[in-house]
């Protein structure tokens, strides 16, 4: 099986992304979404943790933004309390689909969580900051102050860069996009199988 993950910026299109690789797909947000819905576990250590923001199961959203927002160290907090409910969701749909040839990956901070292993393809959306921020600006309840909150968390666009195989320029467009993943995905399966794989790094225009 060839674990394939998605970095760049918050924004940059990776779940669209991944949803193009037509292979089965691993949502971190998603999976989070739950957990703060249905898992009364994770929401009584959210709420010992943070009593005076944590009040109401299934836990709003509000509460976990004003949790961040008041203190930049409270988010480091949340990940290490729901980091092993997301784990543990994630070796499930592993071994649910370790027969397949390919899985995508799509998990905010899985460089910076050290979630990867060495064999992993690790894929860098590469986009410009103006779509980004246009794309960002569209969504519900967008709030800056968090999203520079969350970008303070992560590592650097040149660090995730560094630390991928391969690039691919996202310009979001549908069309484009779509034969853009196709070449990456054929370029992925067949590097993989060539020797010098692992000490090289391959770019997507």
Not at 55 to 60: A, E, G, S, V, Y
Not at 76 to 81: A, D, H, L, M, S
Not at 153 to 170: D, H
Request: proline content about 2%.
């Amino acid at each position: 099986m060839i674990k394939i993950s998605l970095v760049g910026d918050i924004g940059s299109g990776k779940t669209y992304v991944s949803k193009l690789f037509g292979a089965p797909c691993f949502f971190a947000d998603t999976e989070v979404k739950r957990l703060y819905r249905s898992n009364r576990q994770c929401f009584i250590k959210l709420k010992k943790k943070f009593p005076q923001f944590i009040k109401t199961f299934p836990i709003k959203k509000i509460e976990l933004s004003n949790t961040i927002k008041h203190k930049f160290s409270n988010l480091k907090i949340i990940g290490f309390i729901v980091h092993p409910f997301i784990r543990k969701k994630l070796n499930i749909f592993i071994r649910r689909n370790k027969k397949k040839k390919i899985v995508v990956l799509d998990i905010p901070l899985y460089l910076e969580n050290k979630m990867n292993k060495k064999n992993d393809v690790i894929v860098f959306l590469k986009t410009k900051k103006e779509n980004v921020d246009k794309k960002l600006k569209k969504r519900k309840n967008f709030n800056q102050k968090l999203i520079n909150i969350l970008r303070k968390s992560q590592l650097t666009l040149k660090q995730k860069k560094k630390k991928s195989n391969y690039v691919l320029v996202n310009n979001y467009n549908s069309v484009i996009m779509k034969k853009k993943v196709k070449i990456l995905k054929a370029k992925i399966l067949n590097d993989r199988s060539s020797a010098w794989y692992r000490n090289d790094r391959f770019v997507s225009c």
